[in-house]
């Protein structure tokens, strides 16, 4: 089965462009959240999305948004990409609320390189 | 304040010791306790996890220690190897799964072969 599958692996932008990162779940899982890993440390909550809603959202700015698609398929958008949003993003998916554990399944990550 | 505090933030062991890692949390509204393994360049994996009830729980080489009261957990790496070497991190699930889990800051794990 495959797992939590991400795309871009590794991507550089400079400050002020715009960055799309992608994330399947696994199948079956109808719940996407995302992280951001900043080096040495460990993964920060930014949004989680259940069946297309956003069920939860951290401590990040505007810039950052997120949605997810019938598919359970989602993406994450940061605008106007500064130096310290260079990160590992991560996605994970879990099985629906209430009916688990609430173990997350993480992807391999996008490496985020602003310049 | 929904914190789970992890030490030591890094740690070298010689092969075939033991390595142990250490978390402490807050809010009593976590219901599960999982660990997870990153290697380099790689997503966090689920290693082995708790609940609350249970005082230990053992899989192969790795065990979780959990004392309710104190608030605190552990992992323990039997005979450790080289492999083992990566970065661990603790975390707390909320019983309301809408709630976001929290994860310590992680510990970095040397082996010595």
């Known amino acids: 089965d495959a797992g939590v599958t991400q795309s871009p692996t590794h991507l550089i932008k400079t400050r002020g462009q715009q960055v799309t990162l992608r994330c399947s779940p696994i199948s079956g899982h109808k719940s996407v959240s995302w992280y951001q890993q900043v080096l040495g440390q460990g993964p920060q909550f930014i949004f989680q999305?259940?069946?297309?809603?956003?069920?939860g959202r951290g401590n990040f700015p505007d810039r950052f948004s997120a949605r997810q698609f019938p598919n359970y398929s989602s993406e994450l958008n940061v605008n106007a990409l500064l130096l310290g949003d260079s990160a590992l993003y991560l996605c994970?998916?879990?099985?629906?609320?209430?009916?688990?554990?609430?173990?997350?399944?993480f992807g391999e990550g996008s490496r985020l390189t602003v310049l | 304040q929904q914190q789970v505090k992890q030490s030591p933030q890094s740690l070298i062991v010689q092969k075939g010791g033991i390595s142990i890692i250490n978390c402490a949390y807050e809010n009593t509204a976590f219901d599960y306790f999982p660990w997870y393994q990153q290697f380099p360049g790689k997503g966090p994996a689920l290693l082995i996890a708790i609940r609350p009830d249970v005082s230990e729980k053992k899989e192969g080489r790795f065990t979780i220690s959990f004392n309710k009261s104190a608030k605190q957990f552990s992992l323990h790496i039997m005979d450790s190897q080289p492999g083992d070497s990566a970065t661990y991190f603790c975390?707390?699930?909320?019983?309301?799964?809408?709630?976001?889990?929290?994860f310590g800051k992680g510990t970095r794990l040397h082996i010595l072969p």
């Open positions: 999305y259940y069946e297309k809603e956003e069920r």
């Open positions: 994970a998916s879990s099985l629906p609320a209430g009916a688990n554990t609430g173990e997350l399944f």
């Open positions: 975390a707390g699930i909320p019983m309301n799964r809408d709630d976001k889990i929290i």
